[in-house]
């Protein structure tokens, strides 16, 4: 029997986990991605979590170049074995993101694009990020506001909102690898706080998907009493 495969419907597919920051706000020792929650650093739930959505997926980790080898030491001393190739982070999110694009020879195939600071993405977002960009060029995980909102004025007054129109955003954010390379070959912009931004910045909509809502950002201490819940 002939098995037929259709090569063009077999994306390569990427992950590029962003780890290059230093936690200014977390105030810890250490940069908040090699922080120890539910028995093992918050990087290495990341990079399991998109293992177990994608395990064909190659994995790019980007952190500061003089922590490669406290990572290696980590990955040994957790019996981390999941694959991945190092790359150094840059002095923005932006340049991070841009060093792990940049490590990428195709121009086919799918990325994502994720903070590893974030260890609670639902496996089936990832997917679904996979297959809406694979469709559509892009895809950004999003939640609905549950609370109400106010714009506050220069005058010192605040307007209400209609929260129906806002969304926060989350990562993964997921692209076709052509395109999401060439909107990152561009001089970075203070706009630019995520990569949704950067790809809208040559004039191409971006298309959203649900996000989960417990895929939190660790950002400040009080966020490390949330995670450290909600491993349990
Ligand atoms: N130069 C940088 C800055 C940030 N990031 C990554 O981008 C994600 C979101 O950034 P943020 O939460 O702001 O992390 P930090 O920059 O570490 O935090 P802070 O702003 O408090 O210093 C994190 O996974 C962070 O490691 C990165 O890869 N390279
Ligand atoms: C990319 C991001 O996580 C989407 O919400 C966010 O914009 C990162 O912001 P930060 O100021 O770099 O933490």
């Known amino acids: 029997m002939l098995l037929k495969i259709d090569l063009k419907n077999i ?3 990427y992950a590029i986990i962003v780890a290059g920051g230093s936690g200014t706000r977390m105030g810890a020792p250490m940069p908040k991605q090699y922080l120890e929650i539910g028995g093992k650093p918050i990087l290495m739930h990341t990079l399991s979590r998109f ?9 790019i980790l980007v952190i500061p170049e003089k922590d490669f080898s406290l990572w290696k030491d980590l990955c040994v001393q957790y019996k981390f074995f999941i694959p991945h190739n190092l790359v150094s982070g840059g002095n923005s ?3 991070s993101v841009r ?3 940049n490590s990428i020879t195709e121009n086919e195939g799918l990325v994502a694009i994720h903070d590893g600071v974030r260890p609670f993405v639902n496996p089936e977002v990832i997917q679904e990020s996979f297959e809406v960009a694979k469709e559509k060029g892009s895809a950004i995980a999003v939640v609905a506001l549950k609370d109400s909102i106010r714009r506050l004025t220069d005058d010192g007054k605040s307007v209400y909102q209609e929260r129906q129109y806002f969304r926060l955003v989350q990562t993964p954010q997921t692209f076709q690898i052509r395109k999401i390379k060439k909107a990152f070959d561009v001089t970075e912009l203070h706009t630019f706080t995520d990569d949704a931004t950067v790809y809208e910045h040559q004039g ?7 996000g989960n ?20």
């Open 11 to 13: 994306m390569k597919k």
């Open 51 to 59: 293992f177990e959505a994608e395990p064909k997926a190659e994995l």
């Open 99 to 101: 060093n792990g694009l």
């Open 204 to 210: 191409w909509q971006v298309s959203l998907i649900a």
């Open 93 to 95: 999110r932006f340049q």
């Open 213 to 232: 809502l417990e895929n939190i950002k660790i950002t400040t201490p009080e966020d490390m009493a949330y995670a450290a819940y909600l491993f349990k």
